[in-house]
């Protein structure tokens, strides 16, 4: 648009605002605009910097357009700013706009009447009768500002009421704010009511997921959007993009709700497809359908309110399912499962095998939960108790339960490699396998006189790693030392292990403290108690 024609559409628009503010309704506030229009003339249109400044912020608050006006879709009314534009041995500018009857008046033409008319239609009306006036000059007629119009809201909004719009506005850009749809609002029968009477659909799901403008359509001058409450559904269940419950709307067909369902799922294809409807109040007919031959555009049929459409696919069609191999590999990364190796040894063949640095007897793998496990009660229960609140069956219990719920194994690769090795477990999606860099040490800690990281040499006993870190205390309790296998992180006693390994944890715990008192009161608690019994059994001899 040029500097000269931006001022012309400035004028008219400063026009309006005035027209506005001395209480002209919209229908009259462009033709208020021109004859307000602070200097502009029919022929030149020359405003005013004021009037220029004032619509200029007018134009700032109009809502932005998706593209070109179409003009064979645009129909004009009151409101609406044309430039007439005339150019050959003289040119002219002029600009127009559609008075409150819907009428344009043309310069030495006199009144024209395009209210409702397409903006194309009117154009080639308007300028093959200009051009028997004008013979000789090019002319021209462009839409350069759109008309604001009222559109009335009611229904299942939050508030009804009324809002502006222009005709370049689709009804779905209406529901915001005040006007924002309910909870249990329809978004696929809402009626679009026309002031010739007619009624359109609106389909705001269909828009949403299948980007169908027709069911979005552009509102008009005066329209009324009437929301009813949702009130029947389809369904569209199992293997679709977007399974769930979908509103039905009249006229919905099997296609219809497949494609606001995503459509059909990799796999689905190859599985007969389910439509159950009601019989009557209770009694159910399933039929089988061809879900692809429906998508294909045969064997389509209408749905009924409450209908359900089932699709299937097998629970393992093109799975991906991974495993990770990291530490001390030589190839780390991730590595798919197949059908036959999936099992630890053919994986770590894939991987190359473990390094020269890694600890080749503490293989880690491991394992996540399959899904959301039940909630137990009773492990909860536990869990808040202390040991001296348990009975010895729920410690055992509870250990045992702890231990369900451990996520790391630990496998040598010497007994990987085993013929018909056991512990060659079938690997699972998820999985995670680690090999630690090996540790020539054992640590050594607790109530010892210098705990201390002691070299880790084949063959030495826990006792002699104790021994190297400067013996027992005289706090030591040394019947109850503990080793922490390094891989599993499992407890032992000291004298339930055979062999110390390189990254072992050797504790020694310190000797519990002992209360005279306590001590003699529980002297006292069994002294009386065997009185008691040696003097019953006296009298009862008696």
């Not at 491991?366 to 909630?375: D, E, I, L, N, Q």
């Amino acid at each position: 648009m040029s500097r000269r024609l931006r001022r012309h559409a400035a004028a008219a628009f400063a026009g309006l605002a005035l027209a506005l503010l001395l209480g002209a309704g919209p229908a009259a506030g462009p033709a208020a605009a021109i004859a307000a229009g602070e200097g502009v003339t029919a022929a030149s249109g020359e405003p005013g910097d004021a009037a220029t400044k004032a619509a200029e912020r007018m134009v700032a608050l109009q809502q932005p357009l998706a593209g070109a006006v179409d003009a064979a879709r645009y129909p004009l009314g009151p409101g609406d700013i044309l430039s007439l534009e005339l150019s050959g041995r003289a040119s002219r500018q002029t600009t127009l706009v559609v008075d409150a009857e819907g009428r344009l008046n043309l310069p030495e033409m006199g009144v024209v009447d395009v209210s409702g008319v397409t903006l194309e239609v009117a154009r080639n009306r308007i300028l093959a009768r200009l051009r028997g006036v004008y013979p000789g000059a090019r002319v021209d007629l462009r839409l350069i500002a759109l008309r604001q119009f009222k559109v009335y809201v009611a229904g299942q909004v939050k508030t009804p009421g009324v809002t502006g719009a222009t005709a370049a506005t689709r009804a779905s850009e209406l529901f915001r704010g005040a006007l924002e749809l309910r909870e249990d609002a329809s978004r696929r029968n809402i009626e679009l009511r026309r002031r010739s009477g007619r009624i359109v659909r609106v389909d705001l799901d269909a828009f949403a997921y299948l980007g169908s403008d027709a069911d979005d359509p552009y509102v008009e001058d005066g329209d009324v959007l009437l929301v009813p409450p949702r009130r029947d559904r389809i369904y569209a269940m199992g293997a679709f993009a977007r399974p769930g419950e979908y509103e039905y709307a009249p006229g919905d067909s099997l296609s219809d709700l497949i494609a606001l369902a995503g459509g059909l799922m990799p796999g689905a294809e190859f599985h007969p497809g389910m439509l159950v409807r009601f019989q009557g109040d209770r009694l159910l007919d399933s039929t089988a359908i061809d879900l692809p031959a429906v998508i294909a555009g045969r064997g389509d049929r209408a749905l009924a309110p409450r209908d359900r459409i089932f699709a299937r696919t097998a629970p393992d069609f093109r799975t991906v399912r991974n495993v990770t191999v990291a530490g001390e590999v030589r190839l780390p990364g991730p590595y798919a499962l197949g059908n036959e190796e999936d099992r630890l040894a053919d994986v770590l063949a894939h991987a190359g095998g473990p390094t020269a640095e890694a600890a080749r007897t503490r293989i880690q793998v491991f394992r996540r939960g399959s899904g959301v496990a039940p909630r137990d009660i009773e492990f909860e229960r536990l869990s808040r108790l202390n040991r001296a609140e348990m009975t010895d069956a729920e410690y055992t219990v509870f250990k045992t339960k702890l231990a369900s719920q451990q996520a790391a194994f630990v496998v040598s690769y010497e007994e990987l490699l085993a013929d018909s090795s056991a512990f060659d477990v079938r690997l699972e999606d998820g999985d995670y396998i680690f090999l630690e860099r090996e540790t020539q040490s054992v640590r050594v800690s607790g109530e010892v006189l210098r705990p201390a990281l002691v070299e880790f040499v084949p063959g030495r006993t826990g006792k002699e790693y104790i021994a190297l870190a400067g013996g027992f205390t005289q706090r030591a309790r040394r019947g109850d030392v503990r080793v922490t296998r390094a891989g599993s992180s499992q407890i032992l006693l000291l004298d339930d292990v055979r062999e110390i390994q390189a990254g072992d944890f050797i504790w020694v715990p310190e000797k519990k403290d002992v209360s005279f008192w306590g001590v003699f009161k529980d002297v006292i608690l069994v002294a009386g108690s065997v009185a008691t019994v040696i003097i019953l059994v006296r009298d009862a001899s008696r």
